[in-house]
């Protein structure tokens, strides 16, 4: 059942109570679970917290906690299948989901008893109603069958009530059919509702305990969002408005607090920034090229597109050798109308989407970073696969390098965020060179070969979701075939070598007027159940397998 008082029927029924916290492995999850966390500990609630990458993570876990913990807080995962069914908890078990996911499953959303849904409302969510999906038993007595014998009015009653079971076996299969309809357009395609990380702030802010921390991660956690493709461009502006009001709230200051900001300091602002990754930790030439949206644009595989990239940095009148410098190295009079000049000249080579609403961090004197700089970094380390590390280990970095104490975490991050970014252009170069990406008639398809160049970086979920939209985007830029260029694309690549298997994902026609809507996850369960191939439908997110 979906709450409507998070504060009374959610948060004052765990405080006092041992909470188990169920983390999926993304960084909007990451950051609900940072300001549940400050909530958490600013009201002494004792808690165990336990990451979890996919259904099957979470069924264990579930599995060894269930006698200790009656409370369970699940963030980015759950909403979607019926929990009830796959975890078979004891009657006394209560789930307090936080989800994006969406649509959400029917069973959870009329459960009244064990399943409470921390979900914004005003999201589209489009609900059946009750008795569309469910209807009570009836008992179907088939009764006795005449032997003729009896007198002329009992068999007549008889005969009624052979008409009367008719009609109601035949009303009862039209309700099924009719079900199954309403059921399968509820549930075709998957998309994304709020992000969880505002949902915990909004808590938080209700409560009257909302920190410039907890803003900041809820700041992070909506541009994972926008980053990795999941919402539209209306629903990011609209959640980026709202975050924006309480900035100003927290961040306003005067001249006299200005000149004593301390050390520890923190300041949040508002930015219409560039839409460039990471190009204040590079270079400008390096952002460019490794940038999915401006590599797409000038169509760096091509000798032609590096020309473009040439003649574009001429048109800015910025010297060779300042744009190949870290960005922090540039000369202060070249950066201070950098972004005018770069969006002056971006509007004449076509590109008129490179700068975007977002936000900016201070952490005491020097240290500044773009939202989208952090969600970067934190995706690097959640998705590492450069030390001998289990998943875990990796969870636990990222979720510690979203606190403004682990600086040497983040910046660890954005080293490693630069070789992904590096690692997803080389592979769409590689790609689209090599005539990899293969037209199947209803979508693209391409498959990573084993002995790829960063091919095990793509066994990763989120690395290759990102690799995936960016050879998307790329593709449709390049070809010219204007029927390709409306195609979805499915994309696979080696996940286990020794156990054989391999990781797919779906991904929708890249369109501007693309709702975000992904029909890929009941697509591989229909694929699947034809060919009788063996799949684990493990992934959070349905349109990955």
Not at 356 to 362: A, D, N, P, R
Not at 469 to 486: A, E
Not at 519 to 543: I, V
């Amino acid at each position: 059942m979906f709450l409507t008082d998070f504060r009374k029927e959610f948060y004052e029924v765990v405080v006092g109570q041992r909470v188990l916290l169920l983390v999926a492995s993304d960084i909007d999850a990451l950051c609900a679970c940072k300001i549940l966390q400050a909530l958490f500990q600013c009201d002494h609630v004792q808690y165990t917290l336990v990451p979890v990458s996919g259904w099957q993570e979470l069924e264990t876990a579930f599995l060894e906690h269930k006698d200790q913990f009656k409370y369970f807080v699940l963030l980015n995962c759950g909403a979607n299948i019926d929990l009830l069914e796959i975890l078979q908890p004891e009657e006394d078990t209560l789930f307090f989901v936080c989800d994006t996911h969406r649509p959400i499953n029917v069973v959870n959303v009329y459960n009244e008893t064990q399943i409470k849904l921390l979900v914004k409302q005003d999201d589209d969510l489009e609900i059946p109603a009750y008795d569309d999906i469910f209807r009570e038993e009836e008992e179907d007595d088939s009764g006795n069958e005449s032997d003729g014998s009896e007198p002329a009015g009992k068999r007549r009653r008889f005969e009624e009530e052979v008409v009367e079971r008719t009609m109601k076996r035949r009303e009862r299969r039209e309700w099924e059919a009719r079900r199954q309809e309403i059921l399968f357009d509820y549930e075709q395609y998957e998309y994304h509702g709020t992000s969880s990380a505002m949902m915990m702030f909004d808590l938080a802010w209700i409560m009257s305990k909302d920190l410039n921390d907890m803003l900041w991660w809820a700041v992070v956690g909506l541009t994972d969002q926008w980053i990795q493709d999941r919402i539209t461009q209306m629903k990011y502006v609209t959640d980026v408005g709202t975050l924006q009001r309480h900035v100003t709230r927290h961040n306003h200051r005067n001249g006299d607090e200005e000149n004593s900001l301390s050390i520890d300091c923190m300041r949040i602002a508002f930015e219409y920034d560039l839409c460039l990754a990471l190009y204040q930790h590079w270079s400008l030439y390096e952002s460019l090229c490794n940038t999915c949206y401006t590599s797409a644009s000038f169509k760096l595989w091509s000798v032609q597109g590096q020309k473009r990239l040439q003649e574009f940095l001429a048109d800015m009148g910025l010297p060779l050798k300042q744009v190949k410098q870290k960005f922090h190295s540039m000369d202060i009079s070249l950066k201070e109308n950098l972004r005018e000049i770069i969006e002056e000249s971006a509007n004449k080579f076509g590109m008129k989407d490179l700068r975007v609403q977002t936000f900016s961090v201070h952490f005491g004197f020097k240290n500044k970073f773009l939202a989208s700089d952090v969600v970067y970094a934190t995706v690097a380390l959640i998705e590492n696969v450069e030390k001998e590390e289990n998943r875990t280990d990796n969870f636990i970095k990222a979720l510690d390098s979203l606190s403004r104490g682990n600086l040497d975490q983040l910046l660890q991050g954005l080293e490693l965020a630069k070789k992904q970014l590096c690692a997803i252009q080389q592979t769409v170069a590689s790609c689209i060179c090599t005539n990899l990406v293969i037209n199947q008639g209803p979508f693209l398809y391409c498959y990573l070969m084993e002995g790829t160049p960063d091919v095990r970086l793509f066994s990763r979920p989120i690395s290759l979701c990102l690799l995936t939209k960016c050879l998307l985007k790329s593709f449709v830029s390049s070809t010219r075939n204007k029927r390709c260029k409306l195609l979805p694309m499915v994309m696979a690549a080696p996940m286990n070598l020794e156990q054989g298997t391999v990781i797919m994902v779906g991904t929708p026609p890249h369109t501007e007027s693309s709702d975000k809507k992904n029909f890929f996850g009941r697509a591989f369960e229909k694929a699947a159940e034809n060919t009788n191939s063996r799949t684990l439908h493990n992934h959070f997110d349905m349109s990955s397998e």
